[in-house]
């Protein structure tokens, strides 16, 4: 008995034909955002926090408002020129012909125990130079005594002291314009020092 041939065997297997090109997909659409509500939230607990944080913000807001137009605008004295300044007092400064500082000065009060005591006359040496001078009046004046230098009457003459020890022309020392603001400062920093 003869088998019959296979129709397995007798297929022919023929290459897939190339396939078409697909066009492109396009992206789905996004889906619609919510819109933004129109009015406050109506249930408590959000009407709360939405409470809150209003107050909050407009408090900060006023805070930042006061703190603005209660901030002091008197001059920081340096602590660094004040720690390097053996005899600080407060002095009256006047004017000379130029409109700079007047490097004779009279002493209104020492700000620490044997400083030169009120109404002495000193001079300062680079005070014209010094900055902070904004007219006649009394100035807090961070000073050391001069080594090198004596007044013709045999007098000792002063140094503004600069914010660094070894300040030059280009870094000029600084004078505080006395006030309630600078002598708590001042009286601040010898209280400690003292």
Request: cysteine-free; hydrophobic content about 45%; glycine content about 6%.
């Amino acid at each position: 008995m003869s088998a019959a041939p296979s129709d397995r065997s007798a297929e022919v297997t023929a290459p897939a034909p190339p396939a078409a090109p697909q066009p492109p997909v396009a992206a789905p659409a996004p889906a619609p955002q919510p819109a933004a509500p129109d009015r406050p939230p109506r249930d408590p607990r959000s009407r709360f926090f939405l409470a809150a944080t209003a107050a909050l913000f407009f408090g900060w807001l006023a805070w930042l408002g006061y703190t603005a137009l209660t901030k002091s605008r008197e001059p920081i004295v340096s602590h660094a020129q004040a720690a390097l300044a053996p005899v600080p007092v407060v002095a009256t400064v006047t004017a000379d012909d130029k409109g700079a500082p007047a490097a004779k000065v009279t002493v209104v009060e020492p700000l620490r125990p044997g400083g030169p005591p009120a109404k002495t006359q000193l001079v300062v040496a680079n005070l014209p130079a010094a900055r902070g001078f904004t007219g006649a009046g009394d100035y807090l004046l961070l000073l050391a005594p001069d080594p090198l230098a004596f007044q013709h009457d045999g007098g000792p003459v002063f140094q503004l002291v600069g914010p660094r020890p070894s300040s030059s022309d280009s870094d000029p020392a600084t004078i505080y314009k006395w006030s309630a603001d600078v002598e708590a400062q001042a009286r601040n920093l010898y209280r400690a020092k003292d």
